[in-house]
């Protein structure tokens, strides 16, 4: 199947565009996200104030201007589709598929940096254990750098200053790129 046409038939279409600086990938939609057809949609998610408070974006923005990621070169994706109340209820077959489709999306458009939204997410991608916040030094797809920052779900228990820390420092490495 054409990957615009897989994109176009999720129940979170991809906001996505060649050249982005960073794309970010979450787990999978939340139900709130998909019924409002919005990435991270739900009341808890911070995702929308990390990005503002961490010097991304200049005005924090709401999950219905999610498309206006595209006007600061960002976008957003998610390593599989189908929407569900939380991760737990993933199968791994779906995240076999979902991480086939992520590279191939990665190879198509060259992001400059794929920022995974929670080391679960970049642990399922990459099929790596060990894995901490920040720049990794290996990436998955060549010529991409990959980053990972905490979940922004509102059940992370991380304290929010370092959440926030972990945004200002991708921001830090854009800026150097």
């Not at 790596?128 to 991409?144: A, C, E, I, M, P």
């Amino acid at each position: 199947m054409d990957l615009e046409k897989q994109t176009n038939e999720k129940p979170l279409p991809d906001i996505i565009a060649e050249n982005l600086d960073i794309l970010f990938v979450g787990f999978n939609p939340g139900l709130q996200s998909a019924a409002q057809r919005h990435h991270y949609a739900g009341k808890s998610n911070r995702f929308w104030r990390f990005l503002y408070e961490s010097g991304l974006t200049p005005v924090q923005l709401k999950p219905q201007e999610d498309r206006k990621l595209l006007d600061y070169r960002y976008g957003s994706t998610n390593i599989v589709d189908r929407e569900t109340r939380n991760a737990e209820e993933i199968r791994d077959e779906e995240y076999d598929i979902g991480r086939e489709h992520l590279k191939q999306l990665i190879l198509k458009y060259k992001p400059k940096i794929v920022c995974y939204v929670g080391i679960g997410v970049y642990k399922k991608f990459s099929n790596r254990k060990d894995v901490v916040t920040g720049l990794q030094q290996n990436s998955v797809v060549g010529g991409v750098r990959d980053y990972v920052c905490s979940s922004t779900s509102g059940l992370n228990s991380k304290p929010m200053e370092e959440q926030i820390t972990c945004f200002k420092e991708l921001l830090k490495l854009l800026k150097e790129i």
